[in-house]
């Protein structure tokens, strides 16, 4: 019996379980927590220079001996690995980004660094030629203006084979050639680096949200676009056929990039695969959100927080994110 006439008999209230923050919390479904985090940093030559990127507020291009102290911080926070992307001074970049298998790179050289200082920081170093190209392609262009493939993928393996060389934990193809990760995975073999992992950038799709990366590294198309390797976002199906290749091709880690326009990919590769998942929030995602919080629109802190946590429920392992210093303190 009701206790009075405006007492509904309700077989569900969902809402009980929502009253208190320590019942939500012992019903929460999903958590965020430090090591879900890969923190990417933008490295230049030079000691003690930082460079804002204006169109990625509170991101900045480090020096080695900051980046060092920055990744130094992070850690001790929780953060258990970084993703390196170079700029690469305009005087060493080439039409074939030869630079990109130079042992005594930027990159290789801070590897090594890395490795020493903070040797239980995970390295996931970037395996492709547009930092290092002048036209701005991630590959080899041919007279006609294409990007030639197979001729790409020696390059890349020779540059994954300088990385590895140098200490990085997994070498990152993000040049959406076909076959590269297999043919990467065969060349670190025959050069004993059976331990260095393979993270691929499995589904990366042509996308606007890249500019402000691009900003950062500067790396600056010459001409066309990407499409002829990158993704049609509006494909599905064809998604899942990449990361099955790379799966079967000897991929560690499969990654979504980007992230919250591509949820539905997220989770339908949840579905399809048992190997660990990664995404990435990129620039693009991440400058959105500053540049509403610089307008006074919305909270960054808040949408972040609730941005990563929607990357995380759809099925990602771990997020490749620049919002990490900012959401930590809320974890
Ligand atoms: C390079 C690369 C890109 C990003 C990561 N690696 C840019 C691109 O493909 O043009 C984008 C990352 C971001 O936007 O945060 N191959």
């Given at each position: 019996m009701p206790v009075d006439e405006k007492t509904l008999t309700l077989?569900?209230?969902?809402?009980r379980n929502r009253q208190t923050e320590s019942i939500r919390s012992l019903v929460r479904e999903t958590h965020l927590k430090p090591s879900d985090f890969i923190h990417p940093f933008f490295l230049i030559e030079g000691s003690q220079t930082r460079q804002p990127i204006v169109s990625m507020p509170r991101v900045e291009r480090l020096s080695l001996d900051l980046l060092l102290q920055e990744a130094e911080k992070l850690h001790r926070k929780g953060i258990q690995a970084i993703a390196l992307f170079p700029t690469i001074h305009p005087e060493l970049k080439s039409e074939t980004g030869d630079?990109?298998?130079?042992?005594?790179g930027l990159i290789p050289q801070a590897i090594r660094a890395i490795k020493k200082e903070l040797p239980s920081l995970s390295i996931i170093a970037d395996v492709a030629l547009d930092p290092y190209t002048l036209h701005g392609h991630d590959g080899i262009v041919t007279e006609k203006g294409e990007i030639a493939n197979d001729e790409t993928v020696e390059c890349l393996c020779k540059m994954a084979y300088t990385l590895a060389e140098a200490g990085a934990d997994f070498v990152a193809?993000?040049?959406?050639?076909?076959g590269r990760v297999g043919e990467i995975r065969k060349w670190l073999d025959s050069s004993g680096?059976?331990?260095?992992g393979i993270l691929s950038y499995?589904?990366?799709?042509?996308?606007?949200?890249?500019s402000p990366f691009r900003d950062a590294v500067q790396s600056q198309l010459?001409?066309?676009?990407?499409k002829t390797y990158q993704m049609d976002p509006a494909n599905s199906r064809e998604a899942l056929l990449e990361a099955s290749f790379d799966e079967s091709e000897g991929a560690d880690i499969l990654m979504v990039k980007p992230a919250t326009l591509y949820l539905d990919i997220i989770a339908k590769l949840r579905q399809q695969t048992q190997r660990p998942i990664a995404a990435y929030h990129v620039s693009g995602e991440y400058a959105m959100v500053m540049a509403a919080h610089e307008k006074g629109y919305l909270n960054a802190e808040k949408v972040l927080y609730e941005t990563l946590l929607s990357i995380k429920r759809a099925g990602a392992d771990m997020i490749f994110t620049y919002a990490a210093p900012l959401i930590l303190p809320l974890l």
């Open positions: 077989t569900h209230r969902l809402r630079e990109a298998w130079n042992s005594f193809p993000s040049d959406m050639m076909d680096f059976t331990n260095t499995s589904i990366k799709y042509a996308s606007s949200l890249y010459a001409f066309g676009d990407k």
